[in-house]
C-alpha cells in the first residue's frame, strides 16, 4: 500500500524560529491534509490542500502532487505550537480513507 | 453538533469483556470513519462508511472488531473479548464525500 514519510522525526525550535516540515507520498493521493495534535491528543485540522498554496497566520503549506510532496512551513514559531504534526492523504479510488505518516514531533521552547 | 464528538472519553474495561464506542458525526456529513492511533502503530485506518454502508473494512484488525452505522448519523465501534493489545485511542471523523475530514477528540481505551 501506499507509504507516506514524514521528515524530520523530531525538532526542537528556539521560540521565533522558523521551519519546513515535509511529506512525501510513495504514489499519488488527493485531498492532502495537515494536522497539528495537541497535547491533549486531538487532531486540528490545519490545511486541506490537494494542491497549490495555501496559508494561514504564521502557517502556510504548498502540494505538488506530480512530484508527491507537500510542505508545511511555521513561521516566527510560539511555544504553543509544540506537538505532532501529521499529513494524511487518501489514495485515488480507495474512498477517502486517510493514510498518515508517522508525524513530525515539534517543541518549541521560551 | 459543531463538531464531531465521541464517547466516552475514557474506558477502562478488563481482558475478555466487550466494549462499545460511539461517534456522532458533524450534522449532514454522509461520510464517516473510524481510525485508532497506538504507540507501535501510529495512526491507522479501520473502517469507512458512506451513508449506512460500509464499503470498505480493510482496517479491522480482527473478527472481533465491528462496527454499524444507523440513520446515516450515529456510528458504534464495538470490540468483543477485548484483549490488551486493543489498548488505543480510537479516534472518528466525518465529512461530506471525499472532503475534508474532522476528528471527535478520541475514546482512550485500556485493557487490563
Known amino acids: 500500500g501506499i507509504q507516506v514519510e514524514q521528515s524530520p522525526p523530531d525538532l526542537i525550535l528556539q521560540e521565533g524560529a522558523n521551519s519546513t516540515l515535509r511529506c512525501n507520498f510513495s504514489d499519488s493521493v488527493n485531498n492532502l491534509q495537515w494536522f497539528h495534535q495537541n497535547p491533549w491528543g486531538q487532531l486540528i485540522n490545519l490545511f486541506y490542500?490537494?494542491?497549490g498554496t495555501k496559508q494561514n497566520g504564521r502557517l502556510s503549506a504548498t502540494t505538488v502532487a506530480t512530484e508527491r510532496y507537500s510542505l508545511l512551513y511555521i513561521s516566527s514559531s510560539q511555544t504553543t505550537d509544540s506537538g505532532v504534526y501529521f499529513c494524511a492523504g487518501p489514495p485515488y479510488n480507495q474512498g477517502g480513507k486517510l493514510i498518515f505518516g508517522q508525524g513530525t514531533e515539534l517543541s518549541v521552547k521560551p | 453538533g459543531a463538531g464531531v464528538s465521541q464517547s466516552p472519553s475514557n474506558k477502562v474495561t478488563e481482558k475478555g469483556k466487550d466494549v462499545e464506542l460511539r461517534c456522532d458525526p458533524i450534522s449532514g456529513h454522509t461520510a464517516l470513519y473510524w481510525y485508532r492511533q497506538s504507540l507501535g502503530q501510529g495512526l491507522e485506518f479501520l473502517i469507512y462508511f458512506q451513508g449506512n454502508s460500509a464499503p470498505d473494512k480493510s482496517g479491522l484488525p480482527s473478527d472481533r472488531f465491528s462496527a454499524e452505522r444507523t440513520g446515516g448519523s450515529v456510528s458504534t465501534l464495538t470490540i468483543q473479548r477485548t484483549q490488551q493489545e486493543d489498548s488505543a485511542v480510537y479516534l472518528c471523523a466525518s465529512s461530506a464525500p471525499s472532503r475534508e475530514q474532522f476528528f471527535g477528540p478520541g475514546t482512550r481505551l485500556t485493557v487490563l
Open positions: 490542500i490537494p494542491s
